[in-house]
């Protein structure tokens, strides 16, 4: 990464924050209409195939014609799209997604994991379940959200509170009808669902096309 000249005066410093890890969280507007047929599609589907999520791979939910996941796949575009002006990406991208959905039954998690050759990834959330009728004896479970870990491998050793890196662990309890996108690269783990309703959620993967032109 090359340092750009700053024209700053003597005495007064300049700032940069190296490698950032974007994260990005958006409710995505007429997601009740669309949730109630979402939803039903993702069970039938769930009840056709026994390994879903683990066989994540061998399916494209989005090439379903069904109206609601249309509307899912212009969102996720639309996502995709927000993410990289943030990022400051000035030239055109070109992208496939891939997803696959998700249900966690009563005592159902996603183990540590992120998601090998993609650029980016993201879930929409269907259904979380209110976890408050859940039975936890332990004040540190969280049923039901998920967590994202700080990248750089012990980055918090030497973290002081405040510094920005005292924290390894970002952790969202989602809401149906949030969307989360964030560099595939990046760790995460879904807590077990605590109550007898499924968590039910559809995540993707942003696999670019023509990656060399981007080098
Ligand atoms: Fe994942």
């Keep these: 990464m090359a340092d750009t000249p700053q024209q700053a005066a003597p005495g007064s410093p300049t700032f940069h924050r190296l490698w950032p ?17 979402l939803s039903g599609l993702v069970l039938e589907k769930n009840a056709e195939q026994e390994q879903m999520t683990t066989n994540y791979l061998d399916q494209n939910l989005l ?70 009728e859940a039975n936890t004896f332990r004040s540190d479970l969280n049923p039901g959200a998920i967590s994202f870990f700080d990248p750089r491998p012990q980055a918090n050793m030497g973290a002081v509170r405040g510094d920005g890196q005292f924290d390894p662990e970002f952790r969202r309890l989602p809401d149906a009808g949030e969307l989360f996108l964030w560099p595939a690269f990046l760790h995460h783990l879904v807590h077990p669902n605590l109550v007898d309703v499924p968590r039910l959620s559809i995540s993707f993967n942003v696999v670019l096309r023509n990656k060399a032109n981007y080098l």
């Design 21 to 37: 890890t974007l994260f990005m969280a958006v409710t995505l507007p007429g997601h009740e209409q669309a949730n109630a047929m």
């Design 63 to 132: 090439e379903d014609e069904n109206p609601a996941v249309l509307w899912l796949r212009q969102c996720f575009d639309k996502a995709v799209h927000d993410y990289a002006q943030e990022l400051g990406i000035s030239y055109p991208l070109d992208w496939t997604l891939q997803a696959w959905p998700n249900v966690n039954f009563k005592g159902d998690y996603h183990n540590l994991h992120n998601h090998p050759h993609a650029w980016l990834s993201g879930t929409y959330y269907l259904n979380v379940p209110d976890q408050g």
